[in-house]
């Protein structure tokens, strides 16, 4: 399109430049110094020091109204700014979070997790792609506008989270303080990956979750498993018989009425599934597996992406010390969690669950079943014109069409702010599947982060036109 193509040419030329790439990189590396684990509340004030960083940086690059935004109810501060000088424009809103997971186990990672380090085209870190590497694209993006034409071909917002690694506990609060302040026209979120090095995605589907804690209990104390063993039910037997019920044979959750609002992916979804997304081999390869587990009459890529599913998390109890001993222990706990999909609601599987536990709890035990947060499953419109803009960007940067797909990850936020703020987002991530985030050698790959920046460009002027 000639109005975009005459938009872009200047940040592009300068996007491109190798002294702004190199200069770009060593500022990601300040960023990413700061050890920002929402996690830990030793890390508090790294948070405060990367949010006040940010600012100054958002200040630099030429965007304005900056302001550090206090978490509500003491929660970790969100960093805002503007540039709303494109009268008759849309506005867009960019998401990104600047805090990172935890880094153990530290002995795993081959360079320390917060200093950038460049391995061929590689940069290794905790936050190198998610998110902080990511956001970068975002802030990059506006720098190549601002420093070259000075304006932007729309209005833009950015809002960067300081809690989103801890679930943004006070999302809700903050976006009905600042929903007045964050209202634009569509969002952009850069935190999700592509499928692959040059097969670009937009995800426009998330599954929702639902997080329980199932404990049960016997005697008052642990008793003598010689006077007592055989005569009355051991806590983690029952436990553990109860976890077997929640599936069936077929791998299907077992809690009646489970599956009746569960969308079905439509036939061209996927047979589009089964041209561009992982195959079943692939899959089990890449995760070192010798087989598959899961709903029958669905592909593993079906299963991860648009099917629920019910996973043991964690279970405790007894004794596993060294030696033995002889122990019927007095109660268990187990964590487990669902992943819902369109149109399931979690408070409604949490009605199903509540007598589906009580029936499978044997008599000679009691069980107390907790439900600790959840969240809705999204499906974002593939038409808006939003999204549209984002295909044509993807087409012109990768020279080829970004393959729509549901992802099996659950972004709180992205439920949250469709609720909120009632605009179309679009999820155009520039991750990789092996960049191990969340887990120890953290990467990005810098070729992708280039381009991502370039696709952004040229996002924001296909949007604008
Ligand atoms: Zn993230």
Redesign the pocket.
């Known amino acids: 399109m000639v109005p975009s193509l005459a938009t872009t040419a200047l940040p592009l030329h300068y996007c491109f430049q190798s002294k702004q790439r190199s200069r770009w990189l060593s500022q990601l590396t300040e960023l990413i110094a700061f050890p920002t684990i929402s996690a830990l509340p030793q890390h508090r004030k790294d948070i405060t020091f990367c949010a006040q960083w940010l600012a100054r940086h958002l200040a630099e690059i030429g965007l304005q109204h900056i302001q550090v935004l206090p978490g509500p109810k003491g929660g970790h501060p969100s960093v805002y700014a503007d540039w709303l000088q494109a009268p008759g424009k849309p506005t867009l809103l960019l998401y990104g979070?600047y805090d990172v997971q935890p880094v153990d186990p530290l002995k795993e990672w081959r360079t320390p997790p917060f200093k950038a380090t460049i391995i061929g085209d590689k940069l290794f870190a905790r936050g190198a792609s998610?998110?902080k590497g990511q956001l970068f694209i975002h802030l990059k993006a506006i720098e190549s506008y601002l420093r070259t034409s000075g304006s932007l071909p729309l209005n833009i917002k950015i809002w960067l989270e300081g809690e989103?690694?801890i679930g943004s506990p006070n999302l809700s609060a903050f976006l009905n303080r600042e929903a007045k302040q964050l209202q634009a026209d569509a969002v952009l979120v850069s935190?999700t990956e592509m499928l692959g090095p040059n097969r670009p995605s937009i995800i426009y589907g998330l599954r929702g979750n639902l997080n329980c804690e199932l404990e049960v209990s016997g005697s008052r104390h642990d008793l003598h498993s010689g006077r007592y063993g055989g005569a009355v039910h051991n806590p983690l037997q029952a436990l553990s018989e109860m976890i077997a019920r929640l599936h069936d044979h077929k791998g299907r959750v077992a809690i009646p009425g489970f599956y009746g609002r569960v969308r079905e992916l439509e036939p061209a979804q996927r047979q589009e599934i089964r041209c561009s997304c992982a195959r079943h081999q692939q899959i089990l390869t890449d995760l070192d597996l010798p087989a598959g587990w899961g709903e029958a009459g669905y592909s593993l890529f079906e299963r991860m992406t648009s099917r629920p599913a019910l996973t043991i998390n964690g279970i405790a109890g007894g004794y596993t010390g060294p030696g033995a001993k002889s122990v019927i222990p007095s109660r268990g706990l187990a964590h487990f969690s669902f992943r819902l999909v369109p149109d399931q609601e979690p408070t409604e599987i949490a009605q199903l669950l509540r007598p589906h536990i009580a029936a499978i709890t044997p008599p000679a035990i009691r069980s107390r079943l907790k439900i600790t947060g959840g969240s809705r499953p999204v499906l974002l419109p593939i038409r808006s014109s939003v999204m549209q803009a984002a295909v044509r960007a993807v087409q012109q940067t990768w020279a080829v069409s970004p393959v729509f797909t549901r992802s099996g990850g659950t972004i709180p936020l992205v439920e949250q702010l469709h609720r909120h703020l009632r605009v179309p987002i679009v999820l155009l991530g520039f991750g990789l599947p092996n960049d191990d985030i969340h887990a120890p050698n953290e990467k990005m790959n810098l070729p992708t982060f280039f381009r991502g920046i370039e696709t952004v460009i040229r996002f924001m002027a296909e949007y604008a036109t």
């Open positions: 979070h998610d998110d989103e690694e935190d």
